[in-house]
């Protein structure tokens, strides 16, 4: 075998695919991996050939065993010589020469990359034996791409993916021998242009835009609104700080979970006779007058029984009277009754050997004697006959001159006392004496306590501890909203006088939850309710209205009497027994209902009726003489209309009898 050059160029022919078309033309379609004269891996681009006119220019060609070169348009030359990368030349009878000028007969077996054989006659035998002929190429699988021809050798054209531009917003497409096409994706094609999925991006003429926000608002303001960017979905995350309830009356509400209500807004008008409250609707603080007649209390010690009238709280005004004629009745609203002493004005001492009387310290004194005042305090001057004066020591009480002492006291012809204590025990009071006016005793406004643990901020006013009120208003107006002083808590107990409407014939109660109740009285007889066997009696004059048993004789009133009260017949109660006179009926027989009864012992009298229209009120009754108090037990005596003198009959005490 000649010697075989290690710079032969090896062609690698792999496979010669025929193309049918409508007139069985055979198209070859060969590929090569054999270097070409620029160094890279095919033949083509910057490889070089001598053609028959003796030039060498760049092909893009593929050199067969025998020679022939087949160019880029299929065509296939011969007489060809082409330099291989390695300085071997092929000539165009098929001899190759190496660098080193050695001829290498073409009889010599080529050996190609994939195991095949081309022996010199042409003929290619692959891998396992087989014969192939010279004009049928093995086809050597690369990349398929899209370019019309079956690049990897399975049989099929163009398949695969092969023209993903890696643009979302374009369709791409494979056109055979015209390349990938790459068309604009239909219009709101989904697309991710930011990297989230808050977005609803979308293809617009081939190119991807941003979309919309998803509206992710749940109208809490205690969450933060937002959205997951991973999968699109809102969040609403919780968070702390202040909100807005809804309520006008709270102030400071906060996020705790949700919006939570703040205290309430503080409406006070310091108005003891109105209501305080607040308008949810709008915040405004709401001031409501109490009814005329609720209990109240005005600050000012000088009334009492304060009511609410109009919204003020107004009493009656204090009698601060004495009966001394040596003092001054004034008042003061934070101390009450005043009395200062009036000094230097005329008075009577009611000692006829005095003269010159006049106050002085709050008391009346004398200037002096009927020429008999020894001036000493401690001697009884006396005044005689005629002018005798007699001067007789003692150790009876005098005044030493000095409101400072007390217990003044004569010794020795001397008056002498003991030191006034000034401590009133108030600490809301500067303690000292004046000689001339005694204790004196002046505001401070010290701190102080009141003892009074329903009051809060105490300190000394006008002379007394005074602290603000516990606010216990229930807002029921019929009941008594008290705070204990021992445990400082409220209390709100019912009173039904606060509910009273003046109708004896209802019952009024005060219900703590919704205030006064007034239900009517059946059968009412001067607020009573009478049985079903009795009727209501009634005077026509200002007696109370009472229930009796109603009768037809003396036999329907065991133990009384069958009485009749202004032609209506009743059994007596035991009350009004007396007035049966030792009879089982009694009434009257004439036709004026208010004449003298008949049937006992009782007489006419004559009780005036100061109710009008002023009826005659003739009552027939048993009546005992008397002529005092003690003649009457459990009564008294009094005088009728006639001028005589009688015991006031049972029931009737309490209306004639001063204090019964």
């Not at 009927?370 to 005044?383: R, S």
């Not at 030493?400 to 010794?411: E, F, P, Q």
């Not at 009754?621 to 006031?648: A, E, F, L």
Request: proline share 8%; charged share 15%.
């Amino acid at each position: 075998m000649r010697k075989i050059s290690i710079f032969l160029a090896i062609l690698t022919v792999t496979h010669l695919l025929w193309a049918c078309s409508d007139d069985n033309a055979v198209q070859p379609q060969v590929t090569t991996t054999t270097g070409g004269t620029d160094g890279d891996s095919l033949i083509g681009d910057n490889d070089s050939a001598a053609v028959p006119d003796g030039t060498s220019q760049p092909i893009d060609a593929i050199v067969l065993p025998d020679g022939q070169v087949i160019l880029p348009d299929g065509a296939i030359v011969k007489d060809v010589t082409v330099i291989q990368p390695d300085g071997t030349v092929i000539l165009p009878d098929g001899q190759v020469v190496d660098p080193d000028g050695t001829v290498i007969e073409p009889d010599v077996p080529v050996i190609v990359p994939d195991g095949a054989v081309v022996l010199p006659d042409g003929q290619i035998v692959d891998p396992d034996g087989n014969v192939i002929e010279p004009d049928v190429q093995p086809c050597v699988p690369v990349t398929e791409i899209c370019n019309g021809l079956d690049d990897n050798c399975d049989g099929q054209i163009d398949n695969g993916f092969l023209c993903n531009d890696g643009q979302p917003c374009s369709v791409d497409n494979c056109a055979g021998f015209e390349g990938c096409k790459h068309a604009p994706a239909p219009f709101a094609t989904a697309c991710d242009l930011d990297g989230t999925a808050c977005t609803q991006d979308h293809c617009l003429s081939g190119k991807c835009v941003a979309g919309n926000q998803p509206q992710c608002g749940d109208a809490d303001p205690c969450t933060a609104d937002g959205c997951d960017p991973s999968n699109g979905s809102c969040t609403h995350t919780p968070t702390t700080g202040p909100c807005e309830d809804g309520n006008g009356c709270t102030v400071g509400d906060s996020c705790q979970g949700s919006c939570v209500s703040g205290p309430q807004k503080v409406c006070n008008d310091n108005n003891t006779c109105t209501l305080d409250g607040c308008d949810p609707g709008n915040g405004q603080c709401t001031f409501t007058p109490f009814p005329a007649g609720v209990g109240c209390n005005d600050g000012s010690k000088c009334t009492y029984g304060d009511q609410c009238l109009n919204s003020a709280c107004m009493g009656k005004p204090l009698n601060c009277d004495d009966g001394l004629p040596c003092t001054d009745d004034l008042c003061d609203a934070t101390q009450g009754c005043q009395h200062p002493p009036l000094d230097g004005i005329a008075c009577t001492d009611g000692l006829p050997c005095t003269t010159g009387d006049v106050c002085s310290g709050g008391v009346c004194k004398s200037q002096g004697t009927l020429g008999c005042d020894d001036g000493n305090p401690c001697t009884i001057d006396a005044c005689a006959n005629a002018g005798t004066c007699s001067h007789t020591a003692t150790q009876a009480a005098c005044d030493d001159g000095t409101l400072c002492t007390v217990g003044d006291t004569c010794a020795t012809g001397a008056c002498v006392g003991k030191q006034t204590s000034c401590d009133d025990a108030n600490p809301c009071t500067t303690d000292s004496c004046d000689p001339k006016v005694g204790c004196v005793f002046a505001d401070n406004n010290v701190p102080c306590n009141d003892g009074n643990a329903c009051t809060v901020q105490d300190a000394c006013t006008g002379g007394s501890c005074v602290g603000q009120g516990m606010n216990c208003d229930d807002g029921v107006a019929c009941t008594k909203d008290l705070c204990d002083p021992a445990s400082g808590g409220c209390s709100h107990a019912p009173d039904k006088g606060l509910c009273d409407d003046g109708d004896i014939c209802t019952l009024d109660a005060c219900l703590t939850a919704t205030g006064c109740k007034h239900d009517l009285i059946p059968k009412c007889c001067g607020g009573s309710q009478c049985a079903a066997d009795e009727d209501c009696i009634q005077y026509p004059d200002n007696l109370v209205p009472f229930c009796a048993k109603s009768c037809n004789s003396g036999t329907d009133c065991p133990g009384s009497c069958c009485y009749m009260t202004y032609k209506t017949k009743h059994c007596l109660t035991p009350t009004y027994k007396a007035e049966c006179c030792g009879t089982s009926e009694y009434w009257a027989t004439d036709a004026e209902p208010y004449a003298c009864g008949v049937g006992g012992k009782g007489q006419c009298l004559n009780w005036p009726n100061k109710t009008p229209p002023n009826w005659p009120s003739k009552i027939t009754s048993c009546v005992n003489k008397c002529t005092q108090n003690s003649d009457c037990p459990g009564s008294c005596c009094g005088q009728d209309t006639m001028g005589t003198q009688n015991c006031v009959a049972n029931g009737y005490q309490q209306m004639f009898c001063p204090g019964f």
